[in-house]
């Protein structure tokens, strides 16, 4: 890979876009060591997400960037993510969850404006139950997301947000600046 310092400026641009904070504050960012071998430039972030102290979902977002450009990406700027969220057992065999998984990749990237081209990826849900050595903790159920785009703005904190608030869908967050019902304090009720 080659060095920072020599980094083309599209893709400095699009790193500075990359490093804002995120609009959730139980989502934790953090600058990690890119894979090296996908494309001459790259860079990575990690995401935890946290509800209370349990850490409810993860992701990584990658850009790569190729300057002679990429037939299958439409462009020289792509970006792949891999996100992981815990799931309430009945939702791990729920046929409508990939559908709606997706569309929150795309919701978040639209409400942001994150303009994009060459969307693709998968979701996979899973249900586990541990037998014999392994037995012990309940059945567990995971959703997995993997998808790329290339962007075709400039705004990089854009698709940084839409992929934040895909997180954030994923985990089961409300929208920014927004509490839960579980978040209120003791002792309040709601009227109805």
Request: glycine share 8%; aromatic share 6%; charged share 20%.
């Amino acid at each position: 890979m080659a060095s920072p310092s020599a980094a083309p400026e599209a893709f400095t641009r699009a790193v500075a876009g990359l490093r804002v904070d995120s609009p959730w504050s139980e989502i934790l960012l953090e600058e990690i060591t890119p894979p090296q071998k996908l494309a001459p430039y790259a860079f990575a972030l990690s995401a935890t997400v946290l509800r209370g102290e349990d850490e409810v979902a993860s992701g990584r977002l990658i850009l790569l960037h190729e300057p002679d450009g990429h037939e299958a990406w439409h462009g020289t700027l792509r970006l792949v993510t891999l996100i992981t969220a815990e799931l309430e057992a009945d939702l791990a065999t729920d046929p409508l969850l990939p559908a709606v998984a997706w569309s929150w990749l795309s919701d978040g990237l639209e409400h942001y404006a994150a303009a994009y081209t060459a969307i693709g990826g998968t979701v996979t849900q899973t249900a586990s139950t541990r037998f014999g050595e392994l037995a012990g903790p309940e059945p567990t159920a995971d959703l997995e997301v993997r998808a790329s785009w290339t962007p075709t703005s400039d705004d990089f904190g854009a698709h940084l947000r839409g992929w934040c608030a895909m997180l954030a869908s994923t985990a089961g967050l409300p929208p920014p600046g927004v509490a839960s019902l579980s978040d209120r304090p003791r002792g309040v009720t709601t009227h109805r």
